[in-house]
């Protein structure tokens, strides 16, 4: 029983070191690389604005800007929620796979690094914010659902607007979901 208690005192010594300290820290650089890749968007719209689509350029831009405001919230419950909502929303369906698929459609391969690597920030902002759920889940995760299909329900969340995502995430929708 002293074990028990002395294993649960130092995981919760841990989960707090991590939550308090390391977690905002990473918060914090994946936010100032993510302002990083915005501007390097915005110069790119600049110097190549014929041949960056306006539509490409919104999509991109709304989608680094949706990651930036709600970096905290990108998590595994919202990956999940989000796959559930993608099953059973047709409408959200077809919002979704329209932007994801004019997101990778992009010819300018600048434009396509730049979602190349808003999705590697939207990856790391899941793994920072699940954190302590992360090292222990990561085997079930990849037999349940398979990496090539988890990394294709990363791209689709990496493309949320501001509105989808706050519907995906926002624990009152859930509710009425389920």
């Known amino acids: ?28 650089k994946i936010r100032y690389e993510a302002l990083a890749l915005r501007d390097e968007l915005r110069l790119l719209k600049m110097q190549r604005g014929g041949t960056l689509d306006d539509k490409h350029y ?7 800007n949706t990651m930036i405001s709600n970096l905290a919230r990108f998590d595994v419950a919202t990956l999940g929620l989000s796959g559930r909502v993608y099953n059973r929303d047709l409408e959200f369906r077809v919002r979704v796979d329209e932007r ?28 920072v914010n699940s954190g302590m759920l992360v090292a222990p889940l990561v085997p079930f995760v990849l037999m349940g659902v398979g990496l090539s299909a988890l990394k294709q329900r990363i791209r689709k969340l990496a493309s949320l607007s501001e509105p989808d995502f706050k519907r995906v995430s926002c624990p009152e929708w859930s509710a009425s979901v389920g």
Request: glycine fraction near 0%.
């Open 1 to 28: 029983m002293s074990v028990l208690l002395a294993v649960m005192v130092l995981l919760t010594l841990a989960h707090f070191i991590y939550e308090s300290i390391l977690a905002p820290s990473f918060r914090l």
């Open 58 to 64: 919104e999509y991109l831009q709304d989608s680094i």
């Open 100 to 127: 994801a698929r004019l997101l990778e459609d992009c010819t300018l391969p600048e434009a396509r690094s730049l979602r190349r690597r808003n999705v590697v920030l939207v990856e790391r902002a899941i793994l």
